[in-house]
């Protein structure tokens, strides 16, 4: 058979071969136009973005430097949780919390959509390197896509190009990550600024450790460095070698007396990672800087403490409810420039804007290309709308960022948004009631997915759309990982929530900035200093025990968000019962031990 000549297939600037003949059966399938091996150089982002903005795609910003908009197709702005599959050999390895489908019809399927789907388009070949280039064994994949935006994007998020090529060497392991649009062009015909396929598919084969993902261009959907592999993918590598990869900001935390701890938190996508992550603290004294805002990886280290790295290069957070107050430091970072701001708002001098940010705008081009006043009954952005900024232009980036040794955690905290029951923080009894409050851990649905949004559901860990394996299975790795290590250096684990509401709707607790005062007493709690109420859900700050000094929200509003009130407690038992049940034979006896605890406790 003679080999299909394909523009730029044979200028591989490798010659890894399990490579080579990936790209190349991929390129045979997809047949692109021509194919571009990325070597993530600054004229190759100039390319990316000068291909994008005559598309269509992007809008350069005139206020920020090499900075720009671009607005998705209205259908494709979030993750799409009901077409993510977690393709293991065996149903059961998949478990409740995503779609599982057998992998060879999933591979049916999806073949015949990659079938051709390239026509007309370039087609990217894209090393990547999550986590610090220098590691030992650092972790690669490879992307390809035929997208631009996927391109320009991974050099923000991720450690792109020819270094992690080289690191790859002539035979090194990499996760394989398929993506297309889906869209393929007739000759001749005009592209859309945002090509993209109404079926859709998330896919990912745990076992082989490969990602195929078609018919979405947003984030989540094809950055597939992120969610697919530094989630759904590393969590089975990570149950398989005894370590944990988790939906958690990475944070150093510097006191008054110049005593650093670093704090890992799980939120779910649009509950406050990023903020926390980038806090700045109104207490005197006391300091944050920033290691991650979405990702942590966790291994024990020699010493036998936890040691957390965060495998991303950039943040990809939440436009609506950023601005100069709620989070200087993410403004410091985009105000650089080098950003790519999606879904957002354009203002009439060219610059971004969405809800809650600074200045009022009597006109707006919205997210979807219309004239907006503020008498528009939408949002000029999306509730999703996303920036996409380099982490190394956060000004409290901590130096140790790129340490491939990772940082050791003295602190996990779980959290959520609820309107009631949960109090603002709580510490768990031990490491196994920890995992038992992650394991419960609930909250409202937001924008960063598909679906309705408000609605309270369990998001265990802040992972339930990135388990890549049966989350009873995963239950008992926390479990375990509890077992092997020494108890007393194991971080302690809390429970947070910053959403707490009053009768009229207005939350009790200020959160942002002053969230640093529950910061605080973790750490006091940690050194001793601290006192706790136990409460029927675990050690609650007693009265005094939280520094309010200077704070101006009513005691009585800080009382109410503190509380543990068993009638709420009471009502959420069946919920629990119900999740439980939902999981079935594959939880761990401990949290069905745990759940008959708190009862206990409760009275009920
Ligand atoms: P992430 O997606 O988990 O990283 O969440 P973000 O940090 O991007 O925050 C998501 C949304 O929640 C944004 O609109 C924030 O302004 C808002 N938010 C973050 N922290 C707080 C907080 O402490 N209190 C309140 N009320 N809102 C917050
Ligand atoms: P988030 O990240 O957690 O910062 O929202 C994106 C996502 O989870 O979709
Ligand atoms: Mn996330
Ligand atoms: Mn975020």
Same mark, same amino acid.
């Given at each position: 058979?003679?080999a299909l000549?394909?523009?730029g297939l ?5 010659t890894?071969e399990r490579?080579?003949?990936w790209?190349?059966e991929v390129?045979e399938l ?8 990325c070597d993530?150089s600054d004229?190759?982002?100039q390319r990316?973005t000068d291909r ?5 795609t ?5 206020d920020?430097p090499?900075?720009f908009h671009a607005a ?6 979030a993750r799409v949780e009901?077409r993510?599959?977690?393709c293991s ?5 998949s478990?409740v919390?995503?779609?599982?489908m057998?992998?060879?019809?999933m591979?049916?399927i999806?073949?015949?959509?990659y079938r051709?789907?390239m026509?007309?388009?370039t087609?990217?070949v894209?090393?990547f390197c999550?986590?610090?280039?220098t ?12 997208s631009e935006?996927v ?7 991720t450690?792109?190009?020819s270094?992690a090529l080289?690191r790859?060497g002539?035979?090194?392991?990499f ?6 649009v889906g869209?393929?062009l007739?000759?001749g ?5 945002w090509?993209?396929n109404? !079926?859709?598919y998330? #896919?990912h084969?745990?076992?082989? %450790?490969? @990602?195929w993902?078609f018919? +979405?261009?947003y984030?989540g959907? *094809?950055l597939?460095g992120?969610?697919c592999?530094?989630l759904?993918i590393?969590?089975a590598?990570?149950r ?13 935390l ?7 701890y670093y704090?890992?938190a799980?939120?779910?996508?649009a509950c ?14 006391w300091?944050v800087e ?5 990702i942590a990886?966790?291994?024990f ?10 495998p991303?290069a950039?943040?990809?957070?939440v436009?609506?409810g !950023?601005?100069w107050? #709620?989070?200087?430091?993410a403004? %410091?970072? @985009?105000e650089?420039?080098n +950003?790519l701001?999606?879904?957002v *708002?354009l203002?009439?001098e ?5 809800e809650e940010?600074?200045g009022r705008?009597?006109?707006l081009t ?5 004239d907006?006043?503020p008498e528009a009954?939408e949002?000029?952005a999306?509730?999703?709308s996303?920036y996409?900024t380099p ?6 980036l901590a130096p140790e ?5 990772g940082?050791p955690?003295?602190?996990?905290l779980?959290g959520g948004r609820?309107k009631t ?5 709580n510490?768990s009894?031990?490491?196994?009631h ?11 649905k ?10 309270v559901?369990?998001?265990?860990m802040a992972m339930l ?5 049966n989350?009873?299975d995963?239950?008992?790795h926390?479990v ?7 108890s007393?250096?194991l971080?302690?684990?809390f429970y947070v ?7 009229d ?8 900035g002053?969230n ?5 007493w973790?750490?006091?709690?940690i ?5 706790a109420a136990e409460?029927p ?5 007693s ?9 101006d929200?009513?005691a009585s509003d ?11 407690w ?7 019962d119900?999740?439980f049940?939902t999981?079935?034979?594959?939880l761990?006896s ?5 759940l ?5 406790r409760?009275?009920?």
């Open positions: 058979m003679t000549t394909i523009p044979d200028q591989a600037p490798t890894h490579l080579l003949s790209v190349r390129a997809t047949t692109p136009d021509q194919v571009v091996w993530g004229a190759e982002w990316m994008l903005v005559a598309a269509g992007f809008t350069r910003l005139a920020k090499n900075s998705s197709d209205p259908s494709d702005v009901e993510t599959f977690i050999r065996e149903a059961k390895d478990g919390t995503n779609n599982w057998d992998p060879a019809e591979k049916a999806m073949t015949e959509l051709g789907c026509r007309g388009r087609m990217y894209i090393p999550m986590g610090p280039l590691a030992d064994e650092p972790k690669l994949g490879v992307e390809i896509s035929d935006y391109v320009a994007s991974m050099r923000i998020m450690r792109m190009g270094a080289e790859l002539d035979d090194g392991d996760v394989p990550a398929l993506h297309s869209a393929p007739e000759p015909e005009q592209d859309v600024p090509p993209c109404d !079926t859709k998330i #896919t084969f745990p076992e082989e %450790r490969m @990602i993902s018919g +979405s261009g984030g959907n *094809a597939l992120k969610k592999y530094s759904r590393a969590s590598m990570a398989d070698e005894g370590w944990l990869a988790e939906h958690m900001l990475i944070l150093k510097i006191s008054p007396e110049n005593k650093v704090v890992a799980a939120f779910p996508s406050g990672k990023t903020n926390l992550a980038m806090l700045q603290p109104t207490i005197p004294g300091k920033t290691l991650g805002d979405d990886w966790m291994r280290g020699e010493d036998g403490r936890l040691y957390a790295v965060n991303e950039g943040f990809f957070g436009a609506p !950023t601005n107050k #709620t989070n200087p430091n403004m %410091r970072t @985009i650089q420039g +950003s701001f999606t879904n *708002a203002t009439d060219g610059d971004v804007w969405w940010m600074e705008p009597e006109h919205d997210w979807k290309g219309r907006w006043t009954d949002p000029a999306h509730p999703n996303r996409c982490m190394s232009q956060c000004p409290i960022w790129d340490d491939p040794k940082v955690i003295s602190a996990i779980f609820r029951t949960i109090p603002l923080v510490e009894f031990d490491w196994q920890g995992v038992f409050m992650g394991a419960t851990l609930s909250s409202e937001t924008a960063a997915a598909a679906g309705k949004v408000g609605e559901r369990r998001d265990p759309p990135f388990i890549g394996y989350v009873g995963y239950f008992q926390w375990n990982i509890g077992k092997a290590a020494d007393s250096k971080p302690r684990i929530n910053w959403f707490r509401r009053g009768d709707k207005r939350f009790l607790w200020p959160g942002f002053e640093g005062r529950v910061l605080k973790i750490v006091e709690r050194e001793g200093r601290a006192t409460t859900v675990g050690m609650v700050p009265a005094d025990s939280l520094d309010l000094s200077g704070l929200t009513p800080v009382d109410e968000s503190l509380k543990v009130d068993v009638e709420e009471k009502a959420e038992l069946p919920l629990i119900e999740w049940d999981i079935g034979d594959a761990p401990s949290m069905r031990d745990e008959a605890a708190l009862k206990q409760l009275g009920n």
